[in-house]
């Protein structure tokens, strides 16, 4: 049974979608492009790592890996997909894992049958989880221990969370929890979490939404639903005293990280805040670079970025002192742009600058059919894939007085956490 909605935007500049949701509760979006002859399916599963058992972290990037190892009845996954002129690839977050496919889109079923095969049977070995078990751990020592300023945010998200699973990375809390993993515990977070009613899927390009209903019927109808995962992740309290640790690396300059926790992506806020990272940092002509980098040398590299959380978020401020800048003065000059924000009204054209920017960053990646694919499913996952086209009223409406409110609500000495990352 279809159970079908319909977004008739007329305007051309939104991405055009139809929603349709099979039996056992998979949510399909269609965005028809006939501009390319491509086609690209991509999954979204509402899995990440705050879904993660504390003990047992890193599962789901280890999964990110594990489904790539082949299905039941498809052993090889890559090699077909290469017969037809296909590519794949995925990526995970604390939010999510997402998983997609561009080909031709007259080889689109090719991509339906792989899809639907590994959510249905995917293919459970010993050996399989000996290989990808390998390889994340190397990951885990290559990136984060064995290379410069790697670890940081191993001992930076547990300072900044205290209560939500945030605390850890994708790749895990530790090296040890990849390294003893077992057949059953994988299993078990399969059975949680990879099934139909935890997925969306969005399919764009040369299709037709009649073609891809049949598609969907036929390879993913008959998945069973699966239990159906309800999240109940604890609330990060607020933070009301000041966070500072010291740590020293074999690393080639001083760094300072400063974190201030911030709304999560749907929250009222976040667009404000968005902004502010990009009055603070974004280009050569920002206040970051401006004063702190050309103007008065204080840091060598200094930017200021969120990672869009859909709960609690971190907003961060990273930066390398010059050598020779004492990390006091160095947090104290972070300070003073900080409390610019808070005490002075930014003026029309700065904000209009970065609003622009913005707009124009959106747009290109509205050309892109696979980024329009991606955008849809996040926000499918936020709420609503409408959002994908609304989303930009909440940036074009913030004005000055919000960007000061939202600073002087950030930006306080008790909700500061800093880590001074010195070098030996």
Known sequence: ???????????????????FTLANGLRVLVHEDNTTPMAVLNILYDVGARDENPEQTGFAHLFEHLMFGGSVNIPSYDEPLQRVGGENNAFTSNDMTNYYITLPAANLETAFWLESDRMLSLAFSEKSLEVQRNVVCEEFKQRYLNQPY??????????????HPYQWATIGK???????????????????????????????????????????????????AGEKYVRN????????????????????????????????????????????SDILSQGKSSRLYQNLVQQNPVFSDIKAYNYGSIDTGMFVLEGK???????????EMIWKELDALKNELIFEDELTKVKNKYESVKE?????????????????????AHLANT???????????????????????????TLFYLAN
Request: aromatic share 10%; no cysteine.
């Open 364 to 384: 290109f990646d509205e050309m892109s059919l696979l980024d329009k694919a991606m955008n849809l499913a996040f926000y499918e996952l936020f709420g609503d």
């Open 1 to 19: 049974m279809l159970h079908k909605t319909k977004f008739a935007d007329k305007d051309e500049t939104m991405i055009q979608f139809e929603r």
């Open 174 to 224: 530790e090296l040890s929890h990849i390294e003893d993993a077992k057949i059953e515990d994988v299993k078990a977070f399969f059975k949680k979490h990879y099934n139909p009613q935890n997925a969306i899927m969005v399919v764009g390009g040369a299709v037709k939404l009649d073609e891809v209903k049949k598609l969907a019927e036929k390879w993913f109808g008959p998945i069973e």
């Open 233 to 276: 992740l604890p609330t990060e309290p607020e933070q009301k005293k000041a966070i500072v640790e010291t740590i020293k690396a074999d690393v080639p300059l001083n760094a300072i990280y400063k974190v201030f926790k911030m709304p999560g992506k749907m929250e009222e806020g976040y667009p404000a805040v968005d902004l502010i």
């Open 391 to 417: 989303d930009i009223e909440n940036y074009r409406k913030v004005n000055s007085e919000e960007i000061q409110k939202m600073a002087n609500q950030l930006f306080t000495q008790e909700k500061a956490t």
């Open 150 to 163: 790697g670890d940081v945010w191993l001992k930076l998200r547990p300072l900044v969370y205290k209560k």
């Open 321 to 331: 002192p010059l050598p020779g800048v004492a990390m006091a003065y160095a947090d």
